[in-house]
């Protein structure tokens, strides 16, 4: 069987129908775009870069005249092991998150993604942790993962004793990322499903009547087209794993000791609890940094096995 | 092509809609309309005050609710606005209409420099006015006065303390045939004695941060106590430094050796750095602790599980004297008045009515408190009345996290704690990690 790479070639009689014919003398005039780019500017733009000149400066959060000092605030942020400790969390959450969610959220699109009865409830009730609010999705789990709690009971049934999820630092970790996990697998099954229902039927009956199974069809026809909602998925959770907070502060507050600390938790006490303002900013550009790098690598990635 | 805009028309409209809607609910949640009194309160008018008077404090708090509707019938010329935000949102908030001179007239601020929005902290930075000639700013206790306060100028009104302590089920005790434990070696054979009835003797929040350090702190504070009653007035005032304090750091090399004697003797249940404040106070309420360590302002949380339950407060032991039993109490929050105010003389008169005796007898009634000014006529709530006695004699320290030198000392000391109670860390461990923090970044 020939496993298809791309997309199916629109025919290019629909493309140009579907074109909206933009009449000659009637293009949008340039100036169209100053307000929403002088908006642009005030709002995004110059906060941006001046919040990113303040990483470089000892503000304190409250002084008028913050001092120009450098890369010191890089340099002892690095100095210290709770960031290097918090870094190691945020690329292990980032890459168990991105990786655990997408699989989950590929095979709960695949299940629903079918012709069954209650596909629609089954996809209201999958999608719901979604919209629920990060800290009210903490607090739940964490009275479900607490010391004789519901799921410790069930460790209880399967032989596994004593087990205190949050509560230990050898495990905290994976509980924050059950957590999250749970939350945004339905998310990532919503980008795959509309991926899934965008590939022709007729191109899943030819291979069907070729003789291929579920699976055959699944990793042959399937998979190779939905590399689009792929590259978005990875892109989103890899971008939500940097950023995550919420979830940590609700279940773990980033203990026990530091086992839970991320980059984002860390830059919270250090700019609003140790009043480090600025090293609080310069953790959010290692943080922005890191993001871009990564998320663009991956991206990248993927526009080259495209081309290829 | 013409029913397709009058949608997109239509979504746009729909959407202008949802935006202004979410837009109009966020802002009634940051700030609600003028809180002008209708009570039917007989207070009269005390002055002629008038114009805008803004107050910022945190959200869910009504006592200061009741606070402003009372002044506001005293003074009918006056327009009050409170603004109200969540802790997590506050700080950032109001910090940073300060730094733009757009602030409130009176503000809800922290006593010490533990924080961006502390007393000292802003004070410091000219945010604040100076309150010194105010009335209740004479008669301010030592200790309270020293945390509101910078280079001789007081910048806060703080009025309520809030104990640290064992909280108990009453009938429970009385059911095991204990009482609450006045010597240290009294604590551990009490421990021993509830354990071996298959409950135990204090629930143990440690996840909740405050909580994983509490105990620790409070038992270095009476071992200090002892030998030097007057150690946190000190430090407080520079004579000496928390590096350097022999007396600080031996209690608290003794108090976390107690600490670890306690989890050896079972007076903790296990795991206790899975559980949280909330999951602690529901094994009380269940029964299956006899009490838990909290700090009186979480009371509230805990009679809303078990309403009926006869509660009482005792402050853990520390040596094998009763008498050296001391009080540990939160210092807590303050009122000041903002540099920019353009109505200073309602703000100040504002800050002063919070200042009266009644008005901080009753705030220290309803936050489960007491007045910082040892007041002898003070009512003390039933559960609270284990520490009345301490309070009435005067033996009341404050919990030292406001006068460590930087915020970095109490994460440290939340951390390594947990550590600690996992097993992860040495008593030695913890005191070289706390020692470095005092020196902070």
Known sequence: MTTLTQAPPTPPAQRTATRPVR???????PWFAVPAFAFFTAIVAIPTVLGVYYAFTNWDGISAAPVFVGLDNFIQLFKTPETIQAL?????????????????????????????????????????????????????????????????????????????????????????????????????????????????EEINEA????????????????????????????????????????????????????????????????AFQFNHFSSGIALGVIVFVLTAVISFAQMRLFRDRNAA | MKMFHKKGAIRTLAGIAVSAVIALTFAGCASSPSSKSTSSDPVKSSSSLSGDLTVSYLSGNPFTDDTLKKFGAMNPGLKIRDVQSTSNTYQAQIRAQLD???????????????????????????????????????????????????NGKVYGLTTVQNPYGFFYNKDKMKELGITPPTTFSGLINTCKAVRKKGLVLIALGAQTGYLAYGIPAQLANSIAYTKDPNYLTKL??????????????QSLSKALDEYQTMIKAGCFQDNVTGYSEDAVKQMVASGKAVGTYLISAGLPALRALAPDMKIDFATLPATEKASDLVLTANPGSAWGVSASSKNKAAAEALVNYMGTPQRQALDAQANFGFPYTVNKDVKVPAELTGAGKLYKEGKVLLFPTALWPNPEVKQTIIAECQNLLNGNETVDGVLKAVQKSFGGK
């Open chain 2, 236 to 249: 407080g005032k520079g004579e000496e430094t928390w590096t350097d304090s022999k007396v600080w750091n």
């Open chain 1, 23 to 29: 009449a000659k003398g009637f293009g949008t005039p």
């Open chain 1, 88 to 200: 190691g969390n945020t690329l292990l959450m980032a890459l168990v998150i991105t990786v655990a969610q997408n699989a989950i959220g590929l095979a709960l699109a695949a299940g629903v993604n079918s012709r069954i009865k209650s596909r629609n409830v089954l996809r209201t009730f999958l999608f719901a942790p979604v919209v629920m609010t990060p800290i009210i999705v903490g607090y739940l789990w964490q009275f479900l993962f607490i010391p004789n709690g519901p799921i410790a009971r069930l460790a209880e049934v399967v032989g596994i004793h004593n087990l205190n999820v949050l509560g230990d630092p050898a495990t905290a970790i994976w509980g924050v990322m059950v957590v999250v996990i749970w939350q945004h697998a339905g998310y990532s099954m919503v980008i795959f499903l509309a991926g899934m229902q965008g590939i022709p």
């Open chain 2, 100 to 150: 733009s001179g757009q602030g409130p007239d009176v503000i809800f601020i922290w006593t010490g420099s533990g924080n961006a929005m502390a007393a000292q902290i802003l004070g410091g930075a000219g945010k604040l006015v100076n309150l010194s000639n105010q009335p209740w700013a004479k008669s301010m206790d030592p200790a309270a006065k020293t945390l509101v306060s910078l």
């Open chain 1, 207 to 270: 291979a069907a009547l070729d003789g291929a199974g579920v699976w055959k069809r699944f990793v042959h026809v399937t998979w190779p087209l939905l590399r689009t909602p792929l590259v978005i998925n990875i892109t989103l959770s890899l971008i939500m794993s940097f950023k995550l907070f919420d979830q940590v502060m609700a279940t773990t507050q980033g203990g026990p000791g530091y086992s839970t600390q991320t980059l984002s938790t860390l830059l919270y006490f250090e």
